[in-house]
């Protein structure tokens, strides 16, 4: 599994990157390595020897494209693969080797039991009404049927308490009908390693685990199995940091970066001073310069908070934003280029090696999840392996 762990590190090329289609690259390209995907999944088993990897492909692997990503890492040896709702796993299960296993990080919908039991899948129980909903269904298949149970050891979003728990243990051969595969919680703390609440939930966290001690643990999200050893448990459940996104401040050592994201130039134009540059004229020129007009806008997920604040990179320039992004562009200063440097066509990087999600991310004060997860719908995505895996390209 680890034999191309000696590689040189992947790094992204400027000619990969410039070959657009015209025809379908109208708004702009998204492109995904999976050469880098596979890589910082290698790096995280690395890092924890004695725990499975798992694998976080909710929201479509947070934009980058769920049926890609859980085929790579399936190759990469994954067997655990989590996703916020039954329709995700259903639609991925054709896609994994038989013996991988899909949770459904939202539980159990009331009256989607069967669906869920005859698909195969195993919800991630978190209240005493879903699991009972499961027990009842296994009692009447008459078999066994497996699932995870989710804890809630500080959150306060999703789990049983310690009393509920003690409830459902008490259920008539509840052990013997669900059969227990993972007993999970998560961290409200992760990215922030010296927060008191990390060691608060792992202990609270014991006192389940006591109940139940056979049964493999999981509690670890990206910032976790980085920077919080004693919650990595038994199944770690990364998802941002396999697509080389750094969960917090602590940045992610040893992971390579996985996508760039690039717009067209439509137009140029050179703007006089004290002319209003977009919508309400938030801007206005307080000297001639130039404009470039750019196809990306929120509604690619190009996020609007950026207005009058963010910028785009072009042959290793500083575009800042003019004014406010619209629906399906936002206009960029080029003056600093030389004239005629840039033109109608050429392709600036709005997520590459110059600008990071994380640095979006913290330029607009959200998550990087939330920028990654916005990006995934109308840029055309475009797939690579990183150089030290192959060279081929393909389209969707
Ligand atoms: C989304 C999610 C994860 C993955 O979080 P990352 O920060 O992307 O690693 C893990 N566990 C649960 C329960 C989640 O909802």
Redesign the pocket.
């Known amino acids: 599994m680890d034999t191309e762990a000696a590689a040189p590190a992947p790094q992204f090329q400027t000619e990969q990157m410039s070959n657009w289609h015209p025809s379908t690259d109208e708004a702009g390209r998204l492109t995904i390595d999976m050469g880098a995907i596979a890589a910082n999944y290698r790096r995280l088993c690395a890092m924890h020897p004695a725990a499975r990897v798992g694998a ?1 492909v ?1 929201a479509d692997a ?1 934009g980058l494209g769920a049926d890609q990503v859980a085929s790579t890492l399936a190759g990469q040896g994954a067997r655990d693969f ?1 996703v ?1 709702h039954l329709a995700e796993a259903i639609a991925l299960k054709p896609l994994l080797p038989t013996d991988a296993v899909l949770f459904v ?1 939202n539980g159990l919908a009331p009256g989607s039991e069967l669906l869920c039991a005859e698909a195969g899948i195993r919800p991630v129980l978190s209240t005493p009404e879903q699991a009972r909903a499961w027990y009842t269904l296994a009692v009447d298949l008459g078999r066994d049927l497996p699932a995870a149970l989710q804890v809630d050891t500080g959150m306060s979003r999703l789990g049983l308490s310690e009393a509920e728990l003690d409830e459902v243990l008490d259920w008539p051969d509840f052990a013997g009908q669900v059969n227990i595969r993972l007993l ?1 919680t ?1 961290m409200a703390c992760a990215d922030m390693p010296g927060a008191p609440a990390n060691a608060d939930q792992i202990c609270r966290f014991a006192r389940f685990y006591a109940r139940m001690p056979s049964v493999p643990r999981s509690l670890a ?3 976790a ?1 980085l920077f919080l050893p004693e919650a990595a448990g038994d199944v770690l ?5 396999l697509y080389g996104v750094e ?1 917090g401040p602590g940045g992610a050592p040893g992971m390579q970066p996985a996508i760039r994201l690039e717009a067209r130039v439509i137009q140029l134009r050179n703007i006089p001073a004290g002319t209003g540059i977009g919508y309400g004229f938030d801007y206005i020129a307080d000297r001639p310069l130039r404009a470039a007009t750019i196809s990306a806008g929120y509604a690619d997920g190009w996020p609007r908070a950026l207005s009058g604040k963010g910028a785009a990179w072009f042959a290793g320039q500083r575009l800042p934003i003019l004014g406010r992004i619209s629906m399906d562009s936002c206009m960029v200063d080029v003056t600093n280029l030389p004239e005629g440097r840039i033109r109608p066509g050429d392709s600036v990087e709005l997520i590459g090696p110059n600008q990071s999600v994380a640095d979006l991310a913290g330029q607009i004060a959200t998550t990087p ?1 939330e920028i990654l997860t916005s990006l995934g719908q109308r840029f055309a995505r475009s797939y690579i392996n990183s150089p030290s895996l192959s060279g081929e390209e393909t389209q969707s």
């Open positions: 976080v909710k947070y989590f916020a990080l999970m998560h999200n990206s910032a199995a459940r990364p998802g941002l940091v969960p999840h």
